[in-house]
Every structure is written in structure tokens, then in C-alpha cells.
């Protein structure tokens, strides 16, 4: 049986992965004072962060049209599959997850939709699971199931400088953002049940840093763990947070990957980003 598996632009995949899985990705778009690229494709993060950093820039995200998942689903079953497994950021996130399901609903059954209630490669581990358990020739529900669980091993942390572009979007909630703003607390953030809540308060950035490596390794447990950090603009900060997970983890932590985010995570997040996302292998 040939399983197809399908993503979307946020999973933000390693660049060394290309073309190791096979995946199809369906970008989401990022509209920069009128103006809208496809992310991935059309748009880069820089574009983005200049684009904030200027006081009168309007920037804002959309889903892909339902008729841009049709047309992948349907050119992926033309061309042999016997099923779609899509696999997409939170529903609570952005509308992309239900894009897919109605694609689906207008196929039918052998298209089957997984949110992965989170985003990064929070998706991108479940939906690389997906893709190995579709190269292994399993059957729709097994990958699906396979889909699903393992995106219930990830645990999804962040730091950002400023969550006034989370609040803009409407990604995180005013009262939530006055944290941000009240004597200078630099929260933490993480993604539960599908959406972004403060989970810790520090006084400084560099606490903050210290506070993710803190719950990167809790969030691991004891067994192995996969580690992917994101940044925006800030890769020293990213690879000191690589240096600091690898060295509490030891010979426990297996894949590591670091990536930049794309455009339009850094639309709702803004310069300074820096995020781990822990895969738990069990």
C-alpha cells in the first residue's frame, strides 16, 4: 500500500533532510503591506523582521486555500497513492488544519487530517514519523495513528523579546501579553492543548535561556529525545542553546536539528525568537 504524506509550510523542516523523506508541503501565505508571498517560496524571515521592524508595516498570515490542498490530494492519489495522510499546524494556531479537512471532506475517506497542536517542528517530527511509516508500506489508519502519536511526544517552548506580535495576531491573549510588559518579565512561553500560554516569568533574557534548557530537559524525561531549536534572527543564541541541551542530555539526546524559522511564524513572533521543541522517542 502507498501512503502519501503531506505537511504544511511551518513544520520548518531541516534544510539536511531534503529530499530524505518523502513529503509534500503546502506553503502558507505572508502578506506584507498588501503585498503576498508564498512562505518557503516567495517570502524569507528577513523580509519579515525588516518589515516589523518598520513602525507602519502591516503584515499578516493566511491559510492555504482549501482548493490548494484538493489539488495536491488529488494529483498525490492520481499518481498511485492509495491514501493522504495531512499532518498540520494547530487548529487553535491558524485556520490551515481546517482547510485540509474540508479538501478532505470534498474527496472523501482516503484522505485523512491530523492537527498536530503545535507548530515548528513540533509538526515536523510527527509529520517525518508520518513519512517513515508510509515508506515502511504501511497502511492509511497505521500512518495516521503513527501521525498522532508522535505528536503527542513533543513539547514546544519559546522565548521571544516582545509578545506584541503575538498579541496583533491574535495568537496570544491581551492579559497574557501584559506579562510580557510589567516590569520587564521575559516570559516563557510553550503551546499546550493547541495554544500559546505563558509558562514561566524571568527577569532577563539570559534567564530566560537558562529557564529553556530547564524545561527542554524535564520535558525529555529519561529516555531518549530528539531536540530541534528554532531562532529568528539570533543564531548565536540558538546554537548556545544547542551546546547547553547537548551537554545535560548527553548520549540520551539523538537528532538535533537547527533551523531558522520561516516567514510566517516570524510574522506572529517577531525578531529575537528562540524556541525548543523536544521529541520524545517513547
Known sequence: ??????????????????????????PLTVVING????????????????????????????????????????RLLDAGADGVVSIHISAKLSGTYEAAQLAAAEIGPRVQVVDSGTAAMGLGFPALAAASAAAKNQDLETVRVTAADHASRVSTFFYVDTLEFLRRGGRIGAASALVGTALSVKPILHVADGAIVVRDKVRTAGRALTRLVDLAVEAAGDGEADI???????????????????????????????????????????????????????
Do not use: K, N
Open 228 to 282: 530541534a531549536v528554532h531562532h529568528l534572527g539570533t543564531p548565536d543564541r540558538a546554537s548556545a542553546l544547542v551546546d547547553a541541551i547537548s551537554t545535560r542530555l548527553g548520549d540520551r539526546m539523538r537528532d538535533c536539528y537547527l533551523t531558522e524559522v520561516g516567514a510566517v511564524v516570524a510574522a506572529h513572533t517577531g525578531p529575537g525568537l528562540a524556541g525548543v521543541v523536544i521529541h520524545r522517542r517513547a
Open 1 to 26: 500500500m502507498t501512503i502519501a504524506v503531506v505537511t504544511d509550510s511551518t513544520a520548518y523542516l531541516p534544510a539536511e533532510l531534503s529530499g530524505t523523506y518523502d513529503l509534500t508541503i503546502v
Open 35 to 74: 503585498w503576498d508571498g508564498l512562505e518557503g517560496l516567495e517570502i524569507s524571515p528577513a523580509e519579515v523582521a525588516r518589515a516589523l521592524g518598520t513602525r507602519r508595516a502591516a503584515v499578516s498570515t493566511s491559510r492555504p486555500a482549501p482548493s490548494q490542498f484538493v489539488t495536491a490530494y488529488r
